[in-house]
């Protein structure tokens, strides 16, 4: 079993054969984490994402089709998780946005 941590995701990557252990799905560092799982089944590759729903801890598939080697199946899986953490980003303020006059949304009138 290989691991990768990215940015609070981890992307487990396991063998033929090879299974979870129970504590797989527990936070890496005690944060939430998003979590996936990569691994050879009949002639393609399956990839699954941790969630946590109405009957528990469940690993549901990105497709419902297999991929056709391992390194096809990490960019399913990255890109997947890419897409899920800008639907989950918090917008953006305006006041958020990095500015070359810090004060310009400033009235002169209200200092006056």
């Known amino acids: ?5 990215i940015n609070g995701a981890v992307f487990i990557f396991m063998a033929r054969g ?3 252990k129970d504590s797989d799905w527990l936070p890496s560092n005690g944060l939430p984490d998003s979590k996936y799982v990569l691994w050879p089944r009949g002639e393609g590759w399956d990839v699954r994402y941790l969630v946590f729903g109405a009957e528990g801890v469940e690993w549901l598939p ?5 991929f056709a080697d ?3 199946a ?3 899986a990255y890109e997947h998780w890419m897409n899920r953490s800008k639907k989950n980003a918090p ?3 305006h006041d958020d946005y990095q500015s070359e006059f810090p004060f310009c949304h ?7």
């Open 91 to 93: 917008p953006k303020k």
């Open 74 to 76: 990490w960019q399913a």
């Open 70 to 72: 391992e390194a096809e």
């Open 62 to 66: 990105i497709t419902k089709t297999l």
């Open 106 to 112: 400033l009235e002169a009138n209200n200092f006056f």
């Open 1 to 5: 079993m290989r691991k990768v941590s």
């Open 18 to 20: 090879e299974k979870l």
